[in-house]
T-cell receptor, first 116, second 116 residues
Framework: AQKITQTQPGMFVQEKEAVTLDCTYDTSDPSYGLFWYKQPSSGEMIFLIY??????QNATEGRYSLNFQKARKSANLVISASQLGDSAMYFC?????????????FGDGTTLTVKP | DTEVTQTPKHLVMGMTNKKSLKCEQH?????MYWYKQKAKKPPELMFV???????INESVPSRFSPECPNSSLLNLHLHALQPEDSALYLCASSPSGGLPMNTEAFFGQGTRLTVV
């Protein structure tokens, strides 16, 4: 079974508007971490934001926030005030405490296009 | 210095060639990773080195041979590759391979490999 599901292959957003990228996950491990990465066409994976399974507050980093709903096993990324430079592929990833240390599972990604 | 540097950026090699990919980081990270990424797909973990020892090999064919000469350097030796091995090869590092969970991986820009 897929552990990380990103159901939106592609998304469009108007510049300066907010956009939500969906991510649901599946794990039986009570301790896990959720990550969002941005990958521009240049190829580099850029870390955006992290949410731990025991964190009480939703994570925020500048224009990025993570809408963490633990009971629903969802960790959606919200980008506020979109900029043209936000156009990229976005990956949600999970690392579980149990099992193979250092191994992250990635979703299939969402391609975001910001329109001027 | 918060960079992971990969060389070369692009590589074209024949099926009988031997080549190497190089990855370097000077952040004092003790875990380093190789990923393979096909176009529009998520990265697939190949190898993890933790404290210069190979800790994870995701059943990668022996034509890919990793090497970690020291804590800052990670190589991937390539021999007798197939055209289907053409992909973006990403290197990453993190402070440690295991817990704490909130240790994100820093990625390089990748090497775009074409096997002809």
């Amino acid at each position: 079974a897929q552990k990380i599901t990103q159901t939106q292959p592609g998304m469009f957003v108007q510049e300066k508007e907010a956009v939500t990228l969906d991510c649901t996950y599946d794990t039986s491990d009570p301790s896990y971490g959720l990550f969002w990465y941005k990958q521009p066409s240049s190829g580099e994976m850029i870390f955006l934001i992290y949410q731990g399974s025991y964190d009480q507050q939703n994570a925020t980093e500048g224009r990025y926030s993570l809408n963490f709903q633990k009971a629903r096993k969802s960790a959606n990324l919200v980008i506020s005030a979109s900029q043209l430079g936000d156009s990229a592929m976005y990956f949600c990833a999970m690392r579980e405490a149990r099992g193979n240390a250092g191994k992250s599972t990635f979703g299939d990604g969402t391609t975001l296009t910001v329109k001027p | 210095d918060t960079e992971v540097t990969q060389t070369p950026k692009h590589l074209v090699m024949g099926m009988t060639n031997k080549k190497s990919l190089k990855c370097e980081q000077h952040m004092g990270h003790r875990a380093m990773y190789w990923y393979k990424q096909k176009a529009k797909k998520p990265p697939e973990l190949m190898f993890v080195y933790s404290y210069e020892k190979l800790s994870i090999n995701e059943s990668v064919p022996s034509r890919f041979s990793p090497e970690c000469p020291n804590s800052s350097l990670l190589n991937l030796h390539l021999h007798a590759l197939q055209p289907e091995d053409s992909a973006l090869y990403l290197c990453a590092s993190s402070p440690s391979g295991g817990l704490p969970m909130n240790t994100e991986a820093f990625f390089g820009q990748g090497t775009r490999l074409t096997v002809v």
